[in-house]
């Protein structure tokens, strides 16, 4: 799938490609399942040109699960035939993982544990990794009590539970419809919007030692409500800098995403899938996400 201009779902054309060669230090990964975040159609809009190149005909997607078809020189850590996993953020938006092949650094790439399926391993990588950076960047651990905004989103529900693991007491805002689904992961679910502070002060009175922002347009709230000498960061606001806070941005990273696929697989971490789609489906399952109907991750299904 690409799209040879930014723009919005109508741009997207079921295209044939070359397939991609495989460099030094890269595997080749024949995908079977990638996974659709609202930063690929947010990129498709031109709303990350400012920050990123892009090379059309491009083809979207950052997450993916497969099959390792080839590798690259000097790459003992992979053979064809692993089953694999990778964020396959590049630096330039072009090759991305919404395709039958995709190529991706070996460093970026882990081992899918037996027992893990591709869907769940294809939906981990981007929502994982940047639930994982923000706790280790709260430095959370027993004692604290944590925040999360959004906590049953794609990153915000693996947080909450990274979070409980490391000993933290979390409560986590969400629609009234969720708040089973942020309970059964061990958190306080709290209905975000008007008079949210108030909420938020009367189950932790104290303040909060620590934040997470995985919604944006929080940060008044976030700041009325942290305790003194507590953390914050935010994946959706960057003015969070200017409040004392830290903005972050995920960066690939195949040994700590294969850490997580370890937790999911023995059971510690769960993710949670709301539907698949073709590939030539691509533009529906967009709209999905862009309408907010998803209760769970969206995935891609490429090949078996």
Not at 129 to 157: C, F, I, K, Q, Y
Request: glycine letters at 12%; aromatic letters at 6%.
């Amino acid at each position: 799938m690409t799209y040879s201009k930014y723009g919005s779902n109508d741009v997207l054309e079921l295209t044939e490609q070359p397939l991609p060669k495989v460099g030094p230090g890269e595997v080749r990964i024949r995908v079977t399942y990638a996974s659709i975040n609202p930063v690929d159609w947010k990129v498709m809009s031109g709303g990350l040109d400012q920050l990123m190149d892009a090379s059309f005909p491009v083809v979207p997607g950052w997450d993916a699960a497969g099959v390792v078809d080839a590798v690259g020189p000097d790459v003992p850590e992979f053979s064809a035939g692993d089953r694999v996993a990778s964020y396959a953020r590049k630096q330039v938006v072009s090759g991305g993982t919404f395709a039958e092949y995709v190529t991706v650094f070996a460093t970026d790439v882990a081992a899918i544990p037996e027992g893990v399926a591709d869907d769940v391993a294809a939906a981990l990588p981007l929502t994982g990794l940047t639930a994982l950076r923000s706790v280790e960047a709260l430095g959370l651990g027993a004692g604290d009590r944590l925040l999360v905004h959004g906590a049953s989103g794609g990153v915000g529900s693996l947080a909450v539970q990274l979070a409980v693991a490391a000993g933290a007491t979390v409560v986590g805002t969400a629609s009234p419809s969720n708040h089973d689904k942020v309970t059964a992961l061990g958190a306080t679910p709290i209905t975000y919007g008007d008079g949210l502070a108030e909420r938020l002060h009367d189950v932790a009175p104290a303040g909060f030692t620590a934040v997470a922002d995985f919604a944006g347009d929080v940060l008044q709230t976030t700041l009325e409500v942290l305790a003194e000498g507590g953390r914050h960061v935010s994946i959706a606001d960057p003015t969070v800098t200017e409040a004392g806070g830290r903005w972050l941005w995920v960066r690939p990273d195949g040994p700590r995403l294969a850490q997580l696929l370890e937790q999911v697989a023995a059971g510690d971490l769960s993710v949670d899938i709301d539907r698949s789609f073709e590939l030539a489906d691509l533009a529906e399952a967009f709209a999905a996400s862009q309408n907010g109907s998803a209760r769970g991750k969206l995935v891609l299904h490429i090949a078996d």
